[in-house]
């Protein structure tokens, strides 16, 4: 029934941007903290940033800065604005939510979508 759909993502040379949007759809009953995960090759899955239910954010380094997370309750949906992109930025990233339903909750994730930066 949940599911998260990504989208944004896409080509670019490095000192630009993209804006990455992962709407949830279901039967949601409430969504907790948000984020953004990235995969790029040869490296494992890590996190990018967090936001909470109440808008709190949380940045790891590498990013800080340059990557901007926000979220719009009404819409169901999380944001990741990427700026000053950097070759090391190409990923696959990955959207998760904790959801909760009236019988169940737990963490879900998008499709993922790619970002590849150019030199």
């Known amino acids: 029934q949940v599911q998260l759909v990504e989208s944004g993502g896409g080509l670019v040379q490095a000192g630009g941007s993209l804006r990455l949007s992962c709407a949830a759809s279901?039967?949601?009953?409430?969504?907790?903290?948000m984020g953004w995960y990235r995969q790029a090759p040869g490296k494992q899955r890590e996190l990018v940033a967090t936001?909470?239910?109440?808008?709190?954010?949380k940045y790891e380094e590498p990013v800080k800065g340059r990557f901007t997370i926000s979220r719009d309750n009404a819409k169901i949906t999380v944001y990741l604005q990427m700026n000053s992109l950097k070759p090391e930025d190409t990923a696959v990233y990955y959207c998760?939510?904790?959801?909760?339903?009236?019988?169940?909750?737990?963490?879900?994730w998008g499709q993922g979508t790619q970002v590849t930066v150019s030199s």
């Open positions: 279901g039967s949601i009953f409430s969504i907790g903290n």
């Open positions: 936001i909470s239910s109440r808008g709190n954010t």
């Open positions: 998760y939510a904790q959801i909760y339903t009236d019988r169940n909750g737990g963490d879900y």
